[in-house]
């Protein structure tokens, strides 16, 4: 059976324990591979060799590394096939979005951080004829990078990508529910001819390799995509410590529809948002805010297009909702379901876990589901459900939106459907989110600042942000 190794110093390696985890296939409910258990020790080996790996790593131009990371981006493509087809092998989603989106945006991760960091440049002040003032960003040194399992390639690439370009080793963690296609981009970095040691991959449970690399005393910052409570668990382990720290956490992502809407496209796009990826994304809109004057026939045309998705699997391209990631995650969003009803939602459509049969019969799928009927101080309706799940709730006017929107603890993301423009702007303003849309989803610039608010997070990734995170400004004044 598949073996998924660590990559350490280069080389593929088995963990020091020799322990590996079995990796189930979510489509099928089997395990297909085994992943590397992995510990401190073989962390700390990880940044024995990134150590070494630095100063010539760090020295070279900026232009060399982005040659790399260049190479790399271009073997990803090359790959697409099987990277999309592992992918999909290992979370359930369906193999033509891995093919469209998570494969293509891995590669475009390395690629436009190659690019990035040629641009990259400095402030600079002068105070008069005599003084000069600018500022050095150099690498930090040696990075914790540690992501999650709802868009494994293309989360864990954004990670490392910006890392790497300012100059800094890695040492890199994927979710332990889908690292298979970060064993092969392992394999990507070696053919790409990336130096020995400037980034690591070491696989494992969250608990071991991840605290572990979280607790080491010369890993300058993390990186950490997931849950709300893991990245408060990191943060009480690295902030004491003094690490820099970027938390890109959970969401729930307010969808406000106005009555002066694009109706046909809205429709389409707000059942997309709430249910693309099996609404395993983060950014996805699981509460949807509808206008009270057009609620009744909203609710009716949003569940007509809701039935439309097909669930089935991943494998079948028609397929819109595939398996989802977990037999522990399945049970999760099941139980959330029942909550909703204990909690007085009134089901408009799904609200069960679907047999595709055949070889797929003990796969893990649940029907798109929505319910109305729920107050926004209800559990349904604050805490992150992660999977298939919407509810409908309306509003009178735009100041009861904003409220809505915002009657979580989350931050992470919105979108407005409006073609008011003055509405679209207040709104924008006032719904307390790190992004959002005007009548789009999931659009957006990779230059821009990415991250989100109150207990969405800490920091911002993309373009400058990323790369002023990943290094350490230092001033230097002189005169003359
Ligand atoms: P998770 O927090 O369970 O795990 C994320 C990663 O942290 C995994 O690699 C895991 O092994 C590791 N980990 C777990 N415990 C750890 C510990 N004690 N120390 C160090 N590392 C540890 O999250 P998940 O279930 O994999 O992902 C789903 C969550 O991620 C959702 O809440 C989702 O909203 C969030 N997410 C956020 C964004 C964003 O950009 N804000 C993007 C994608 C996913």
Known sequence: MLKIQNYINGKLIDPISNNYIDNYEPATGKVFSQIAQSGATDVENAVETARKAFPSWSELSADDRAVCMDKIADLILKNLDELALAESKDNGKPIWMAKQVDIPRASKNMSFFASAIRQFHSEFYQSSNQIYN?????????????????????????????????????????????????YLFSKICIEAGLPAGVLNIVHGYGGEVGEAI?????????TFTGGTSTGKHIAGI????????????????????????????????????????QGEICLCGSRILVHEKIYEQFKKDFIEETKKLKTGSPYDDSSKIGAIVSEQHFKKIL??????????????????????????????????????????NCRTNTEEIFGPV???????????????????????????????????????????????????????????????????????????????????????????
């Open 134 to 182: 600018y500022v050095l960003r150099q690498p930090l040194g040696i990075i914790g990078a540690i992501s999650p399992w709802n868009l494994p390639l293309y989360l864990f690439t954004w990670k490392i990508a910006p890392a790497l370009a300012a100059g800094n080793c890695v040492i890199a963690k994927p979710s332990e529910v889908t690292p298979y296609t970060a």
């Open 390 to 480: 919407a509810t409908l709730q309306s509003f009178k006017n735009i100041q009861e939106a904003i409220e809505l929107a915002n009657g979580t603890e989350y931050g992470l993301a919105a979108s407005i459907w409006t073609e008011n423009l003055s509405a679209a702007h207040q709104l924008a303003a006032k719904v307390d989110c790190g992004i959002i849309w005007i009548n789009a989803w999931l659009v957006r610039d990779l230059r821009i600042p990415f991250g989100g608010m109150k207990q969405s997070g800490v920091g911002r990734e993309g373009g400058e942000e990323a790369l002023k995170f990943f290094t350490e400004p230092k001033s230097v004044c002189m005169k003359f």
């Open 214 to 222: 979280v607790k080491h005393k010369e890993i300058k910052a993390i």
């Open 238 to 277: 690295a902030a004491p410590m003094l690490k820099k720290l970027s938390l890109e956490l959970g969401g729930k992502n307010p969808t406000i529809v106005m009555d002066d809407c694009n109706y046909e496209k809205t429709v389409k796009e707000t059942v997309r948002a709430a249910f693309a990826n």
């Open 335 to 376: 139980s959330y379901i029942e909550l909703a009803e204990e909690e007085g939602g009134k089901l408009l459509t799904g609200g069960k876990a679907f047999n595709p049969g055949g070889e797929f019969k003990n796969g893990w799928y649940i029907e798109p589901t929505v319910f109305e009927g729920l107050p926004q």
